[in-house]
């Protein structure tokens, strides 16, 4: 099958993850069969051979959380089929990384997949979100405002991070733009902070300030200082106007505030959001360290949830509420399948991170700054989303966060290959 059906699969995917369930799998499916008959077609080159030995460290965050799982259940003999669901969507993402690393969908001298989405499908999904969320609302989540299929915290969360790599898009590559799409990316950046503000949940919010200081440091200081504070202040103020004719996100912060200094260490606690919050990562610190080998699976750590430590400060229903999860990535999987969990979380992480801030020292070309400087920005907002909530637990959000990684370090490996190549002949 032709490259363009797979390439305009990946390309739609931003549009229709918050606004179609089930798309985002189906998609990853689609694409991941593509990849893997690329591969079949491309293996016995001994350059392929080479790139797939190269790409064995980043590999590791798309099998790991897959490995977790099944060395927990072998260590505990307890086979649960459903604990596969997530990890799998991140497993079949591996081949799309490696397809995409090796040329897949993309051509020398094209336009990288990321700048298409930054230019075009970003802004254009900000605004299909907002007409989903209008026509077709959750109706499960009453006192929030996130569409039909998708918890307001993944909303938040997603619709900022969107929010924030246009803004480095626009930033970058304003020179290139023409007026129509910058007035485009504008337009949503505001639409993006609304979105986000008016969602209800404050998850994501606090990347806010390190990515403010992300974007001076790499990205501002190209330009003059006028035009520096111009641009920040129009940024400024574009979301105090929005958070002043909504103050939902303001009233919920002030909440949070007061609900993490009202919190007792030593005496029980009211079930609020934040109060519940720090209890589920006091005791998902205390079952990981009971546990550290084998995990406990979901919820066989019910067993202990009545353990006086625990009743000091917890109340019945905090005890019991992390059976939905620990409302923390790293901690949610390593309750569930101790160190191997715990290994597979941080790799989610820190693979990345290592991938962005080693692009940006060597500093290859201005296209391979581009990817970076999005890798950089958009694993520090998972990392923080991951503190307050489970990014990869939901099927739809593994199968849209293993795509995205796979595009961001493929395009990355693909230039760097591309490059090398072509100061060697040279």
Known sequence: ??????????????????????????????????????????????????????????????????????????????????????????????????????????????????????????????????????????????????????????????????????????????????????????????????????????????TLPFFILIWWKLLLNRYSKKYQLLVFASLIVTILIILRLDSQLVDKLNLGWNQFSEYKFNNLNNDTSVGMRISFYRMGIEYFFEKPLSGWGDVSWLARMNSPQFMIFATEITREAPKHGFHNEILTNAVRSGVWGLFASLSLYIIPLYAALKGLRVNLNKEHQFVSIILLVSIIHLFFVGISTEVTNLTFLAAYIGIFYAVLLGEQKFIENNTVKSKLIT
Request: charged content about 10%.
């Open 1 to 206: 099958m032709s490259t363009i059906f797979f390439r305009i699969a990946v390309i739609i995917l931003p549009v229709l993850f918050l606004t179609l369930k089930h798309a985002a799998n189906i998609i990853l499916i689609v694409m991941s069969i593509g990849a893997l008959h690329y591969i079949y077609l491309e293996y016995r080159n001994e350059s392929f051979k080479k790139l797939v030995n190269d790409s064995r460290i980043i590999t590791i965050l798309f099998w790991a959380p897959m490995l977790a799982i099944l060395i927990s259940q072998i260590i505990r003999r307890d086979l649960y089929i459903n604990n596969y669901d997530a990890p799998l969507r991140l497993l079949l993402s591996a081949p799309v990384f490696l397809a995409i690393s090796d040329g897949w969908l993309l051509k020398k001298n094209g336009t990288l997949i990321i700048e298409i989405w930054i230019k075009w499908i970003f802004p254009v999904s900000l605004l299909v979100i907002l007409i989903c969320r209008f026509y077709s609302p959750s109706l499960v989540w009453t006192e929030h405002h996130t569409t039909y299929f998708v918890d307001p915290l993944s909303f938040s969360a997603h619709t900022l991070l969107m929010t924030f790599i246009i803004i480095i898009g626009i930033t970058y590559n304003s020179s290139s733009l023409s007026k129509v799409n910058i007035s485009l990316c504008v337009a949503s950046i505001i639409l993006g902070f609304y979105l986000a503000a008016t969602s209800g949940a404050r998850t994501g919010w606090i």
